[in-house]
């Protein structure tokens, strides 16, 4: 089977991690959102502490880490955030 190529856009710490506001990866078939966190903790592990509060979004809906991507998908990272 062929991999699953997902653009995946960034905001706040894992954009001023990459200095990009946008990724896009090649994952294997079956792929869970969850993966995608765990190929960015690859290329920056001082995000980790992150990627247990952070949301996803595939295709403009709230999903779950487990939720499986299909080719195309675009996945959007959530961190929590504070302001005021």
């Known amino acids: 089977m062929a991999a699953v190529t997902v653009t995946v856009k960034l905001f706040a710490i894992y954009q001023d991690a990459y200095g990009l506001p946008e990724l896009t990866l090649e994952l294997p078939p079956?792929?869970?959102?969850?993966?995608?966190?765990d190929r960015i903790?690859?290329?920056?592990?001082?995000?980790?502490?992150?990627?247990?509060?952070?949301?996803?979004?595939?295709?403009?809906?709230?999903?779950?880490?487990?939720?499986?991507l299909q080719d195309?998908?675009?996945v959007v990272?959530?961190?929590?955030v504070s302001g005021g």
């Open 30 to 37: 079956g792929a869970s959102v969850a993966m995608v966190c």
């Open 72 to 74: 195309g998908d675009e």
């Open 41 to 68: 903790l690859q290329d920056h592990p001082e995000l980790a502490p992150w990627c247990d509060r952070t949301r996803f979004g595939v295709n403009l809906q709230f999903a779950e880490p487990e939720q499986v």
């Open 77 to 80: 990272l959530i961190p929590p």
